[in-house]
């Protein structure tokens, strides 16, 4: 299955997008990850980008089209988009880029959370800079691979609420786009970490019976 996961900053989709891929075998591709990751490693075009992120602004789409177009044309199938598209420009480069290659989108996951609760997550987000495994609280160390826990820029109060503005004025008009497909699926993403990848292996017919 091609899916796209999609929602407000902080509704967990990176977190559900590391279950099932790990789960299902699913290539994970997190633009956010990529980006962060491509400005350590000081790629010019993504200490551009860094400019709008550091604000709570998106990319804007030219940027973002060129950083990661290459990896979109080589992902294979059975893939997980997180972050990707964010605007309806993108969402129709995307269709034109996927049309080419012959793979189609089978499920566009909606994570529908409030924003006082994705605020609240946000708020003690810790992510670990060595495996990228995502805590809600500063457990010192990464658990699952010793490596240091990290606070996002991105995570302060001011640029949250941010995000969030810029999530309902310029992706959340996404939901629609897709609704017509006929590919979204709204999942209720309030409950424990477990219950929500229940929700979704339900969505992709792994549900228990
Ligand atoms: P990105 O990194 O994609 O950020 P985001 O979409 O804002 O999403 P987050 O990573 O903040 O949240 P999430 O939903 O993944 O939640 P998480 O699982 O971490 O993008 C960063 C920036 O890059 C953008 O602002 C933009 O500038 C740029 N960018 C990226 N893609 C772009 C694009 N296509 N176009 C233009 N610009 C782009 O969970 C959050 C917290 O909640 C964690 O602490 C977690 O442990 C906790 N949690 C998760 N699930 C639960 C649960 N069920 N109960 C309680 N806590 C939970």
């Known amino acids: 299955m091609n899916l796209i996961f999609l929602g407000p900053p902080g509704a967990g989709k990176g977190t559900q997008a590391k279950v099932i891929s790990g789960e299902f075998g699913y290539t994970y591709m997190g633009t956010g990850d990529l980006l962060r990751s491509l400005v350590s490693k000081g790629d010019p075009l993504a200490l551009k980008a860094k400019e709008f992120m550091d604000k709570g602004e998106l990319v804007p789409d030219a940027l973002m089209v060129e950083i990661v177009s290459e990896q979109l044309v080589n992902l294979k199938k059975g893939f997980i988009l997180d972050g990707f598209p964010r605007t309806l420009e993108q969402a129709q480069i995307l269709e034109e880029m996927l049309k080419g290659i012959g793979v189609k989108i089978d499920h566009v996951i909606y994570f529908d959370l409030s924003d006082r609760e994705a605020e609240k997550r946000l708020s003690n987000r810790y992510q670990c800079k060595d495996c990228g495994n995502i805590y809600n609280s500063n457990l010192g160390q990464c658990p699952k691979c010793?490596?240091?826990?990290?606070?996002?820029?991105?995570?302060?109060?001011?640029?949250?609420?941010?995000?969030?503005?810029?999530?309902?004025?310029?992706?959340?008009?996404?939901?629609?786009?897709?609704?017509?497909?006929?590919i979204l699926r709204r999942v209720e993403a309030q409950g424990t970490v477990e219950e929500i990848s229940k929700r979704i292996r339900s969505i992709l017919g792994h549900g228990e019976n």
């Open 146 to 182: 010793g490596g240091a826990l990290f606070r996002r820029k991105d995570d302060e109060p001011e640029t949250i609420r941010k995000r969030l503005e810029v999530y309902h004025r310029q992706t959340a008009p996404l939901l629609d786009f897709y609704e017509k497909k006929g």
